[in-house]
């Protein structure tokens, strides 16, 4: 026979023992193939992104958290500092007026002692509610 005939021009070949079938066979899964080591790849990608954006995320909370942290730390400092000032004050001004209620206690001795009653009392009566 020649092997210019119809037969080998559709692409089956002089080999009257190989199938059409099973070659179409072998090329789908072939394909197949193909397509999942292609999809396993783009997973694989897909994966390696989802990671790279969960790191991005990580790295930016934790730069914020930082920011924050550093923002309290100075409010914190800042509020100690007028803490410290209050208390300077409340000291001063304490102070101040044991100073004056010794002088007034050596000057008037008796108004003293009535306004030292008069303000012990009327502590008690609030407690005593």
Do not use: W
């Not at 396993?40 to 920011?67: C, I, P």
């Not at 007028?82 to 108004?111: F, I, N, T």
């Not at 306004?115 to 609030?126: E, H, K, R, S």
């Amino acid at each position: 026979m020649n092997d210019t005939s119809p037969l080998s021009d559709l692409g089956f070949g002089s080999h009257a023992s190989q199938d059409p079938f099973q070659a179409a066979k072998t090329t789908a899964l072939k394909a197949a193939e193909e397509l999942r080591a292609a999809a396993s790849q783009k997973a694989s990608e897909l994966r390696d992104a989802a990671g790279a954006r969960a790191q991005h995320f990580k790295n930016s909370a934790e730069q914020k958290a930082a920011e924050l942290k550093s923002g309290f730390q100075d409010k914190a400092g800042d509020i100690r500092g007028y803490a410290d000032d209050a208390l300077g004050q409340a000291k001063e001004r304490y102070e101040a007026l044991m100073s004056e209620a010794e002088v007034m206690a050596r000057e008037k001795p008796r108004q003293a002692l009535l306004t030292a009653f008069g303000v012990g009392l009327f502590v008690g009566l609030l407690l005593r509610r």
